[in-house]
Structures are given as C-alpha cells and as structure tokens.
Antibody, heavy 118, light 107 residues
Framework: EVQLVESGGGLVQPGGSLRLSCAAS????????MNWVRQAPGKGLEWVSY????????YYADSVKGRFTISRDNAENSLHLQMNSLRVEDTAVYYC???????????WGQGTLVTVSA | DIQMTQSPSSLSASVGDRVTITCRAS??????LNWYQHKPRKAPKLLIY???NLQSGVPSRFSGSGSGTDFTLTINSLQPEDFATYFC?????????FGGGTKVEIK
C-alpha cells in the first residue's frame, strides 16, 4: 500500500526555520517525481515545489523561491522541505504529493501543520 | 500561471441526489485535469484522472468529463460517505494549480 507520511510541522516565529519530511512506503521513491503542496487556513491549495527523480530538476513557486529548498534521499525513501525565513503567510498544512508514472499527483499524504506566529 | 475556477463553493444535497461540480481553467489544459475528494484530517483521494478516467477502486457513481477549459465532476446517487470537499487540479504545467473546492453537505 502506498503511504506518504509528513512530519516536522509545528509552531515557529516569523523569520525562523523548519524542516519538513515525508516518509514514503509501499513504493520505490527513486522512480517518482514529487511535489509539496500547501493549504493555508480557509484558503485553497497552492503548489509549492517540484523535484525530479534524481533531484536534478527543481522548481519553486514564486512565493517561496529563495527561502525554501526541496530535496530527496532516495536511499532513505524520504522527501524534505527546508523552510527558512518563514513568514506568517506560510502558515498552512503542507502535503507531500507523488506524481505517478502515468497519473500526476496520484497519492497525497495527510499533511503536517506549520504555524508561523509571534 | 493557470487559474482554476470551481463552482459552486458549497452545496447541500440529499442521499440519492445527483451532484454536478464544474471547474474552468483560464487557458486550455487539454485533459490534464484531476478530481479529488478530501475529508478532514485525511489525505486527498484521487477520483478521476485525465478528465474522465476513473481511478482504480473508485465507485462508478463518480464520473468526469470535459477538455480544454471546461470540466465537470458528476456524482450519481450521492451516498453518505460522499459528503466531503471536492477539488480539481490541472497538471498541464509543472506549477500545479487547483480549484477552490466544493464542500458537499447533507441537506
């Protein structure tokens, strides 16, 4: 069974940092492209970042470019999102999303809540 | 960026009703359009991919149609477990974008 389990969320002050992780099981992470997507309270979903199979190709939303870094450890079957210079508007539930071989965004995790507040 | 406009934002329906949700893209996304069901504190679940293809294991009362800019999700004979939020997503571009969601509530 495919499972994606996010961790690392929590409360952080503006300007602080957090590192999110996504543990993948039930499939071989190295065979799949991955994304992070977030949803702020009461708002719609927003794509955050994409990483290719090997990590050689990476894209970011303009809203996080220069502050967030996506990475992957295929040997450990894990995906990460390093978030620096956090802002109040980064408060959201962050989801790890798999791009299937045929179907984009076929599996999502349950999300981890990041709250940026003084 | 491609904007996705979904309507309605909420609806009330009864068990057994037929429900239709629409999603419009700001430019053509061909058939790179997925539909998901999302329940609180759960992972979003893929229902329909490539606009009209039923994901494995999803009941046949769910169906999708459309191409280009206009898409529809239909739930025939709404069941108690179908009360949830539904959203569309385009994957025509690497920068994914999403509809605002439709909350389906019990009438």
């Amino acid at each position: 069974e495919v499972q994606l389990v996010e961790s690392g969320g929590g409360l952080v002050q503006p300007g602080g940092s957090l590192r999110l992780s996504c543990a993948a099981s039930g499939f071989t992470l190295s065979s799949y492209e991955m994304n992070w997507v977030r949803q702020a309270p009461g708002k719609g979903l927003e794509w955050v970042s994409y990483i290719s199979y090997s990590g050689s190709t990476i894209y970011y939303a303009d809203s996080v470019k220069g502050r967030f870094t996506i990475s992957r450890d295929n040997a450990e079957n894990s995906l990460h999102l390093q978030m620096n210079s956090l802002r109040v508007e980064d408060t959201a539930v962050y989801y790890c999303v798999r791009d299937g071989m045929v179907i984009k965004s076929d599996y999502w995790g349950q999300g981890t809540l990041v709250t940026v507040s003084a | 960026d491609i904007q996705m406009t979904q309507s309605p934002s909420s609806l009330s329906a009864s068990v057994g009703d037929r429900v239709t949700i629409t999603c419009r893209a700001s430019q053509s996304v061909s058939t790179y359009l997925n539909w998901y069901q999302h329940k609180p504190r759960k992972a979003p679940k893929l229902l329909i991919y490539a606009a009209s293809n039923l994901q494995s294991g999803v009941p046949s009362r769910f169906s999708g149609s459309g191409s280009g800019t206009d898409f529809t999700l239909t739930i025939n004979s709404l069941q108690p477990e179908d009360f949830a939020t539904y959203f569309c997503q385009q994957s025509y571009t690497t920068a994914l974008s999403f509809g605002g969601g439709t909350k389906v509530e019990i009438k």
